[in-house]
């Protein structure tokens, strides 16, 4: 089970008080309207799903309810880092996943 520091509540809480709510900083098309139906299923359907470090949206349903940003290595699901809606998204750089740090190669 993955523990998980809600930045609102400022405390680390058991995974079941959370909600994973898919891939962080979509960027929507200025005008919608205008886009293609094979781009608005690329925008709206398709997600990226790499092997190492993902930035995901998660909720809080079982505490503050709201929404803040994660950043997750998917090979040892360890949740590095989280922040809240609305701020940038960190330095991919900066971040050093677990399975980086021991070495092995991607």
């Keep these: 089970m993955l523990v998980i520091k809600c930045p609102y509540c400022e405390e680390e809480r058991a995974e079941l008080e959370f909600?994973?709510?898919?891939?962080?900083?979509?960027?929507?098309?200025?005008?919608?309207a205008s886009i293609t139906d094979e781009?608005?299923?690329?925008?709206?359907?398709?997600?990226?799903n790499p092997k190492g470090l993902i930035f995901?949206?998660?909720?809080?349903?079982?505490?503050?309810?709201?929404?803040?940003n994660?950043?997750?290595?998917?090979?040892?699901?360890k949740i590095l880092l989280t922040y809240k809606a609305g701020e940038p998204m960190p330095d991919p750089a900066t971040l050093v996943a677990p399975s980086a740090s021991k070495g092995e190669k991607a």
């Design 19 to 32: 909600r994973a709510a898919g891939e962080a900083h979509i960027a929507r098309p200025a005008d919608i």
């Design 39 to 48: 781009e608005f299923a690329d925008y709206f359907f398709l997600r990226d």
């Design 56 to 68: 995901e949206r998660w909720r809080h349903i079982h505490g503050c309810g709201r929404f803040f």
């Design 70 to 77: 994660a950043a997750r290595d998917t090979i040892s699901d």
